[in-house]
């Protein structure tokens, strides 16, 4: 199936299905008699760098650069190899780039399209789950600084995705849960209906069962799609896509990038918000309970790491850059399916979620 | 006076005049109560740093950031200290950034505020000649990489611009004859008008008359602000601004980037471009030294660096990222007033140029 993101000129179409990587007319239009640069990691590699050669065989000249695996190697240094490369192989402004891999991948891949002689076209072959369902649709890209999470970067539009579902059967159980995250999250976030769906297929869901699973990235995909279209720099509707994450980031920063797993520390607190929300007398406690059922069921962090007091997430939560001006803002629920930002945070209540939604020490 | 760069929503004035850093009224509606950082470097700053802070004291919060003065210091290394202020002083999405210098102070800032949270405002208020008939204007932002210039950047385009002719008392005469080259540049683009102002007007430009710069300024950023308009991430038209820059680029590379000024690399740069447009038959002997002539009244080199050997030029001008798919594609004019792209450069011709225009070893 083919869902198509709408943003005007720099529209792109997602492929979803199984055996995308052996069908080259899909690419061929997009690769052929371009400079073309793979960029992958030395995990994805030897699993699917040989077919993704294949796929653009149609390139006039093929190359490919392998990093090193993990979000610790998002940065600004990994980011000048690709810029190397690209002038070592002196590929021009209509060169285009293959982002292969999951999310990391996908991001620096992204920024670097976006930066390389002021931007060049890329695609989108993404191998994870999570990176399916969110990172390689929407045009977020970038890389991380020690300070912060994604705080350099560009919102650069991919020409085209390819989600094969086939290359998720690799996936290590931990990454596979931590995508699952994110799918619960477009759940919550505007889309009961898929909640409850999720709710019925989570543990064949949990088993990569391929058929739901097909249904369930698309459906994220259709969810993301629209609320891309309607705000692509996030000025509004989109924020609520971070759903979660300011409290994920702080998880993420403080542990050290690439201990907890993006989606896990979304998971944990997806929990935080909802927890919030029910302090704030918007959620029910069966709500909250709902919410911690479905993450628990696909064996995802329910609460904080026990390393992290109260002190250690506001800072960082204070500089995730959702927050304008240093105001703390946050996404949470209405109703499982309805979500809003709120600007003014009860502090209390936020240090009252914090310290019951984290480990016990 | 004040020209209006018509971009649709990102549209922006150009203020020229003088004393224009005492008239805080042109910045307050954009500054008052934002985090605000100025971006300058170690010349400058003992100059116009104290006149900036006061023309931007309605900011909220105010901080400054003091580069390292030069060419060299273009680089993702350097880029890197702003983004560490930026996140140490907790700046948020909302911030807006101030470029307080010349055309390496204007790109790396532009390229911060592109990259920093995936884009953030910024200001550019131009101290030199070059920075203000040329790179101040038209969002084009990035820095260096050892394999090339400018290499590494985005389309970001400013809020306001402030080119305050005051400032220009202070430049070295050196930089200052760097900038004429970039409004001969103009002239022989596509102003024949302009240029034939300027042959009557040179020496006078040269002893920086206030009121005969601020019409040459003017005249530059209207020529820019019209092509940019027209094209703006450069598909098409835009090209034409590179006119003597695939030659200059090729020079300040090979020789070190700062060792030879923009301005002068440019210079030599048109002088060969005119000389193989002769060779082509499309300028008479005149048009040449015409353009010779005004760019020596200008206190110019009329040709490349003793150094340099035909070999020396080739692979850097193939790499000039104006030229699709390695393909060497160069600006000449058909008249003085009139340049276009060619895209088929007889070789032999464009070596016989290059020797022809470099100094005797």
Known sequence: MTLDVNLGERSYPIHIGTELLNNAELVESLVIDRQVLIITNDTIAPLYLRATEKLLSSAGTLSSLILPDGEAFKNLTTLNQVFDRLLTLGYSRNCILVALGGGVIGDMTGYAAASYQRGVDFIQIPTTLLAQVDSSVGGKTGVNHPLGKN???????????????????????????????????????????????????????????????????ERCCQNKATIVAEDEKESGK?????????????????????????????????????????????????????????????????????????????????????????????????SIGCCEMVSTVDHQLLCETLRSCSATR
């Open 238 to 334: 989109r924020a609520l896509l971070n759903l979660g994450h300011t409290f994920g980031h702080a998880i993420e920063a403080h542990m050290g990038y690439g201990r907890w797993l993006h989606g896990e520390a979304v998971s944990a607190g997806m929990v935080m918000a909802v927890d919030l929300a029910q302090r704030l007398g918007w959620l029910t406690e069966q709500d909250v309970s709902r919410v911690r059922q479905l993450l628990l069921v696909m064996q995802l962090p329910v609460e904080g790491p026990a390393e992290m007091a109260v002190d250690d997430y506001l800072p960082r939560m204070a500089v995730d850059k959702k927050n304008l001006d240093g105001r703390l803002r946050l996404i949470l629920p209405r």
């Open 151 to 217: 705080m350099i970067g560009a919102f650069h539009q991919p020409r085209l995705v390819l989600a094969d579902m086939n290359s998720l059967k690799t996936l290590p159980d931990r990454e596979y849960a931590a995508g699952l995250a994110e799918v619960v999250k477009y759940g919550i976030l505007g889309d009961s209906e898929f909640f409850s769906w999720l709710e019925v297929n989570a543990e064949k869901l949990l088993a990569r069962d391929p058929v739901l699973l097909a249904q369930a990235v």
